[in-house]
DNA sequence: TGAAGAATTAACCAAATGGTTAAAATATTT
DNA sequence: AAATATTTTAACCATTTGGTTAATTCTTCA
C-alpha cells in the first residue's frame, strides 16, 4: 500500500521518455471521462478501461472515486482561474487589453476543451464555496489589478457606474457560454463542428469590441 | 394495466378542485428532481418519495426512468422556447423591443426555475438535434420575424454584418449564462441569493442598452 | 541472490438501483 | 350487489456499482 502523498517522489528521477506511471494514467482517464460524463454518469471501471488497467488499482491509487473526483475537480478549476489570474493581475495591461487576453485565453482554452465550463458549472451546485476557497478564486478576481482599474475608470467618470460583477458577467456570458450552449446552437443553426470554432475565432475580435461598447454605455 | 395514451380521458369530467393524479404527482415530483440532480445522479425512488407513491407506480404509469425522463426534458425544453417563439414572431414590435421582452421573459422564468438552463445544456450533450426538432426549435427561430427583421436591419446597414448566430449567443450569454453560473458568481463575490436576484432585476434594464450598441459597433 | 516492499490482478462482496409480480384495495360498470 | 377493471402495495429479482482482499508478479537494494 501506497499513499497519496509518497507518491511524488517517483517523479523526480526522470531520465528521458518518461512513460505515464499508473497514477498518472488514471489521473488522465479520469479527467477525461469525468469531464464528459460529470461525476454521477462516471463509473469507476470506465475510467479503468480507458486508463488500461485493472479496477481495483483506482482505489488502490486514490481511495475512492469521490477522492479522484476532487483532485481532478480542483485541477480544472484551477486551469479555469489560474490563466485569469494572471492577465488579471498583470499592472502593465490596460482594462481594454485584458478583456482581449481573457477573451483570448478562454476560446483557446475551451476550443481545446469544451467541456470544461459545464463540468465546472454543474458540479460546483454541490459546494462551489469550498473550491473557491481552495484555489483562491475570490482574491484572483476581486482583489485584482483589474477590479482596481475598473473602479478608477468608474471614478474618472470613463466607464458606467455600475458593480464590477455585472462586467465579469458579461464577459463570461459571451465567451464562455456559447461552449455550454453549444449543442443547442449547433442543433438551432445546423453549424458543423468547424463552423462552429470559426465562429469562436471570430468572437476573438468581436468581444473585446463589444464589451468597450458596453462598458460606456447606459 | 393503464397505457399513457388512455390517460387523458379522466382529466376531462373535472368538477372544481381537481385534486392531482397520481401521474400528475409523479410528474411534478420527477420535474423537480430531475432539474435539481439531472438524470445519471436522480434514483427513482426519490422520485417516488418526492412524490408521496409507491415506487412501483413510477413504473406502471411511465414505464421506465427514461421514458419519464424523456417526457420531462421534453416539456422543460418546449417550456424554454414557447414563448421566445411569441416573442420572436410578433410582426408589431421592433428588433430592440424584442431583446427588451427575451431579457424580461428568461429573466422572469430562470429567477422563478434556476435550474433549468444547466438542465437543459447537461442533457443536451446527448441527443440535440432530436430534442430541437420535436419542438420545432430550428423553425421558431431562424425562420422568425426576428430574423426577418434582423436581416433587413443588416441590409439597410442600420446593425453590423455578422451572422445572427452572434446575436443569438450574445442575447442568451448575457441573460441565461448568469444564471448557469450563479454558484460560482456568488461564490466569487459573496452574494446572498436576494443579492443574486435583483442584480438579475437589473440586467433587464441593462442588457437592452448593452445588445443595442452591440448591435451598431464593430 | 534473495528478502522486503510495492504494484497488479482476479475473485469477491454488500449495497444500491431499475424494474417486475402477484396479491390486495379501490373504483367502475352492469 | 356482483362482476369487472383499475390502482396501489409489499415483496422480490437481477444487474450494476463502488469497494475490498488475498494471492501473485514485479522492483529494489542489501
Redo the contacts with the bound molecule.
Keep these: 500500500?501506497?499513499k497519496l502523498e509518497?507518491?511524488a517522489k517517483?517523479e523526480l528521477k526522470m531520465t528521458a521518455v518518461p512513460d505515464p506511471s499508473?497514477e498518472e494514467k488514471i489521473m488522465a482517464a479520469a479527467r477525461t471521462v469525468f469531464l464528459e460524463k460529470g461525476f454521477a454518469a462516471?463509473?469507476?471501471?470506465d475510467i479503468a478501461e480507458a486508463a488500461g488497467?485493472?479496477?481495483?488499482?483506482?482505489?488502490?491509487?486514490f481511495?475512492?472515486?469521490?477522492k479522484l473526483f476532487q483532485i481532478i475537480m480542483l485541477n480544472t478549476v484551477k486551469q479555469f482561474f489560474s490563466s485569469l489570474s494572471v492577465v488579471f493581475n498583470n499592472p502593465e495591461t490596460s482594462l481594454e487589453k485584458k478583456v482581449e487576453e481573457v477573451a483570448n485565453y478562454y476560446i483557446n482554452l475551451l476550443t481545446a476543451h469544451p467541456d470544461i465550463p459545464l463540468f465546472i458549472m454543474t458540479e460546483m451546485k454541490k459546494g462551489a464555496k469550498d473550491l473557491m476557497n481552495q484555489v483562491g478564486a475570490k482574491e484572483i478576481v476581486m482583489k485584482s489589478v483589474f477590479i482596481k482599474q475598473y473602479q478608477q475608470a468608474v471614478k474618472e467618470g470613463k466607464i458606467q457606474k455600475l458593480p464590477p460583477v455585472h462586467f465579469l458577467m458579461n464577459v463570461l456570458g459571451l465567451t464562455v457560454f456559447p461552449f455550454i450552449a453549444s449543442p443547442m446552437i449547433k442543433g438551432l443553426v445546423d453549424l458543423s463542428d468547424t463552423e462552429f470554432t470559426s465562429l469562436m475565432q471570430e468572437r476573438k475580435k468581436l468581444i473585446p469590441i463589444w464589451v468597450k461598447m458596453i462598458l460606456k454605455a447606459t
Design positions: 500500500m501506497v509518497q507518491m517517483k499508473t462516471t463509473r469507476t471501471r488497467i485493472n479496477h481495483a488499482l483506482l482505489n488502490y491509487y481511495r475512492s472515486k469521490e
